[in-house]
Antibody, heavy 120, light 107 residues
C-alpha cells in the first residue's frame, strides 16, 4: 500500500537548522509531484512547498522562501525539507504528501507527520 | 494568492443530520477544489477532489458541488465517525491554499 513516513523533527533553538525526510513506498515515487504541508499546534493547514517529478520546479510560500529548501532523491524514493534560520512561528507538525502526476493539485495520501518545535 | 474562506467555523449537529459546509474562493478556481477530513492527532484524509469527485473508499454520504468561487461539502446523514474538522483546498494556482477549517461537533 502507499505509505509516507516522515522523520527528522525535534526541538531546536531559533536560528538553528533541521532537515526533514520523507520515505515513500508502495508507488512509483518519480511519477508524482510531492509536497510539504504544516500545521501549527491547534491551527489549520498551511502549504509550504512542492517539487516536481524531476526536481525541475519548486514552489514555496513567502514566509519560508530563502530559508527552506525542498529536494527529492528519486533513486531513494525520498523527499526532503532543509529548514534553516528557524523561527518560533515555524513550530508545527510537518506532513509530506503525494501530489499530482501532471501538476500540483490535491494531495493524497499524507504521512503521519513529524513535530518541529522551535524554542529557546 | 487565492484566499479560501470556509463557513461556518464550527458546526454543532446530531447523528442523522444533513450537514453543509461552504467554501468560497477569492477568485475563480474553476473546479480545482478538494475537501479533506482531519480527526484529532491524525493526518488529513482526502474526501473529494475536483469539486465533486468522490475519492475511492469514501462513503457515498459525502458529496461535493460548486464551481468558480463557491463550493459546498454535504454530508447527507451525519454518522458518529464524521465528527472531525473539514478543510477545503484550492489547487488552481501554483501556490495552493487551504480554508481555515470547519469543526463538526456533537450537538
Amino acid at each position: 500500500q502507499v505509505r509516507l513516513v516522515e522523520s527528522g523533527g525535534g526541538l531546536v533553538k531559533p536560528g538553528e537548522s533541521l532537515r526533514l525526510s520523507c520515505a515513500a513506498s508502495g508507488f512509483t515515487f518519480s511519477d508524482y509531484y510531492m509536497s510539504w504541508i504544516r500545521q501549527a499546534p491547534g491551527k489549520g493547514l498551511e502549504f509550504i512547498s512542492y517539487i516536481s517529478k524531476s526536481s525541475t520546479y519548486t514552489n514555496y510560500i513567502d514566509s519560508v522562501k530563502g530559508r527552506f529548501t525542498i529536494s527529492r532523491d528519486n533513486a531513494k524514493n525520498s523527499l526532503y525539507l532543509q529548514m534553516n534560520s528557524l523561527r518560533a512561528e515555524d513550530t508545527a507538525i510537518y506532513y509530506c504528501a503525494r501530489d499530482g502526476q501532471r501538476s500540483p493539485e490535491w494531495v493524497d495520501p499524507w504521512g503521519q507527520g513529524t513535530l518541529v518545535i522551535v524554542s529557546s | 494568492d487565492i484566499q479560501m474562506t470556509q463557513s461556518p467555523s464550527t458546526l454543532s449537529a446530531s447523528v442523522g443530520d444533513r450537514v453543509t459546509i461552504t467554501c468560497r474562493a477569492s477568485q475563480s478556481i474553476s473546479s480545482w477544489l478538494a475537501w479533506y477530513q482531519q480527526k484529532p492527532g491524525k493526518a488529513p484524509k482526502l474526501l473529494i477532489y475536483k469539486a465533486s469527485s468522490l475519492e475511492s473508499g469514501v462513503p457515498s454520504r459525502f458529496s461535493g458541488s460548486g464551481s468558480g468561487t463557491e463550493f459546498t461539502l454535504t454530508i447527507s446523514s451525519l454518522q458518529p465517525d464524521d465528527f472531525a474538522t473539514y478543510y477545503c483546498q484550492q489547487c488552481n494556482s501554483y501556490s495552493w491554499t487551504f480554508g481555515q477549517g470547519t469543526k463538526v461537533e456533537i450537538k
